[in-house]
């Protein structure tokens, strides 16, 4: 087993980099956050990892595929490199990692996503599901490939769609089961247990699927 350093990267709020920084700091998971990255310089999520003494940097992206996107995807990697980041957390960012980022962490990248994928990929997931009307939605931990929300799959937490539900009532109940998840697959990253094998990914000793409030699979041991 490694202890394994992070850099997260964000564009809001940042609860499921609190949870990652609690995990860690509780000793949940063998990592540490080294890094956090933010496309938007009022970003709280800077505020809560400098409550943490976490270094914090904003770097200005532009549009992409602009000469301001490729000096921000070669300064991530700079970054990344000088705080030793051996994996890169997308939580809540809302841009397109650039390629070099893509090619220097290949599968080092794990992404957050809230919908059950490949149901309802995209920026708007939980209006997504309760304008089609499912009964079950919920969230998602990938590896994440240059193609948004396309990677092999580690872990998912199912939640209900209830009657009245909007996209914000919905967003709350998965964002709960988020901040479980995410701590996990980093965990089973840490351990050297996940396998990828074309679009499946294989979690060495995995538990059974844990039903509590939600439906996670593999379950969560942590």
Known sequence: MAHINLGVFVSGGGTNLQAIIDA???????ATVALVIS???????????RAHEVA???VAVGRNDSPEYAAADRRHV??????????????GYMRRIGPEVMTTYAEA????????????PGTHGQDDAVNYGVGVSGCTVHFAWPEFDTGPII????????PDDDGDSLATRIL????????QAIQWYAQDRLRVQGRRVIVENAPPPTILDAIISPGLEI
Not at 39 to 49: G, H, I, V
Not at 176 to 183: C, S, V, W
């Open 176 to 183: 709960a089961q988020e901040h479980k998840i995410y701590p």
């Open 109 to 120: 990248i794990l992404n957050i996503h809230p919908a059950l994928l490949p149901s309802f």
């Open 56 to 58: 914090r940097v904003y």
């Open 24 to 30: 860690c700091e509780a000793g949940k998971i063998d």
């Open 39 to 49: 496309d938007k310089e009022d970003a709280y999520a800077l505020e809560r990892a």
């Open 78 to 91: 700079e970054l990344l490199a000088e705080h030793d980041v051996d994996l890169v957390c997308l939580a």
């Open 155 to 162: 872990i998912q937490a199912a939640v209900p769609v209830l």
